[in-house]
């Protein structure tokens, strides 16, 4: 009897070994397929400006697995300044560590912070950084052009459910770090050739499905379109107090509040320059709209052009932000519907109410047992009230 039992032991211990393997292998291998599931839903979660130091914040950490473990993502995006610190490699480790035990397939793009502190050029910090990413089975990110400006722009195609053909496209631009503007130095955005590569590889994608495929885009910095989007155009441009940009708009500082939908906390921050992205997305008519990062407390969506702004606030404890907005963006595709989407912003502040641990490790801690109370309260006061 005691030999059988060893045996099954034996037996079991082998499957286990070898189910674990199995996955790895398929990962490391580079055999991620993303595609809709048998429900024909996709779920993307969004983490913004992590902007963080080695060691990382554990909130932050202890959140992003919150996160996951709520939301179930197909695909985690880390949307630009995912570190800060010359540190990167170990700053990197960690700031993946969360997705990468969790197997959930991720990318990245880069934000004018990532290559901070480097003694060598941006281009070889951003190798270096891509090669760091892609020591995870489950890192999907490459760099599709050394040529293009930028680094790690790349693209991920969902297929539809059945396996059989694109059913969505995901893009990922590098909004560049700086530029000289007329005030001095200013942020970059996306360049021409990188909007000529994107409609290239959308060419490419729609051919193989045989017609129009949507899109996302996902970039760090916002395009100077959100001013043209939700700022009235200023009186005059010739001063110091309106938002100027090299096309010769010129903006008020306040935004028209029926124009967006979330929160404005702060001025965007895009560049002064405009390489005719929007426009390409919206003459194209497959972008569906651009996922951004950057301006920290910031949290909204807007539509121009047909094409909508997405953006999202940042994760990071480590830079400015509040706990108001302090979250990640969750997207829902839906394989019946490709051509809409809905999103939602999932907070520290949600997640704390539910985790006494993260709870405990955050600033303000002390009102999140409160509102865990009358969370409950609420909860019992709901039955009863259903009773009758
Ligand atoms: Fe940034």
Redesign the pocket.
């Known amino acids: 009897m005691k030999r059988i039992r060893f045996f099954v032991s034996v037996l079991m211990c082998a499957a286990f070994v070898f189910s674990l393997t199995a996955t790895g292998f398929a990962a490391a291998d580079g055999d991620i397929t993303l595609a809709f599931n048998e429900d024909g839903r996709f779920k993307i979660a969004v983490f913004a ?1 992590c ?1 963080d130091v080695y060691p990382a914040n554990g909130a932050m950490l202890a959140f992003m697995g919150d996160v996951l473990d709520e939301e179930q993502p197909d695909l985690v995006v880390f949307l ?2 995912n570190t800060v610190a010359g540190q990167a490699n170990d700053s990197i480790a960690e700031l993946i560590a969360p997705v990468d035990s969790r197997g959930v397939p991720f990318t990245f793009v880069f ?3 990532d290559t901070q502190d480097s003694d060598v050029s941006p281009e070889r910090t951003k190798a270096n950084h891509l090669a760091q990413y892609r020591k995870s089975a489950y890192c999907m990110a490459y760099n599709v052009d050394d040529s293009l400006h930028g680094y790690a722009n790349h693209n991920l195609v969902v297929m539809s459910s059945d396996g059989t053909k694109p059913a969505f496209d995901l893009f990922f631009l590098d909004s560049g770090m700086y530029s000289v503007c007329p005030e001095g130095s200013c ?1 970059d955005c996306v360049h021409a050739d990188q909007i000529a590569w994107f409609n290239e590889a959308s060419d490419e994608v729609d051919a193989e499905a045989g017609g129009a495929v949507p899109a996302l885009a996902f970039q ?2 916002i395009p100077k379109q959100i001013y043209d989007a939700i700022y009235p155009a200023a009186p005059y441009s010739d001063s110091s107090a309106f938002k100027r940009f090299a096309d010769g708009t010129c903006f008020s500082l306040v935004p028209t509040a029926s124009k967006y939908r979330g929160f404005v906390n702060e001025l965007p ?1 895009p560049s002064y320059y405009d390489y005719g992205e929007w426009d390409a997305f919206s003459a194209r008519g497959n972008v569906l709209g651009v996922v951004t ?2 301006d920290h407390v910031n949290n909204f969506t807007a539509t121009y052009k047909g094409v909508d702004f997405i953006q999202t606030s940042a994760m990071t404890f480590h830079s400015y932000g509040n706990n108001i907005v302090r979250g990640a963006r969750i997207i829902e595709l839906d394989e019946k519907d490709p051509w809409n989407y809905s999103t939602y912003n999932v907070t520290v502040r949600e997640l704390a109410v539910k985790d006494k641990e993260l709870a405990s490790m955050i600033d303000d801690s002390f009102i999140y047992p409160f509102l865990n109370f009358i969370m409950k309260f609420y909860a019992v006061f709901d039955k009863i009230t259903h009773l009758f």
């Open positions: 400006d902007q630009g300044d934000g004018n912070h942020y760090h910095i921050c990062g950057h």
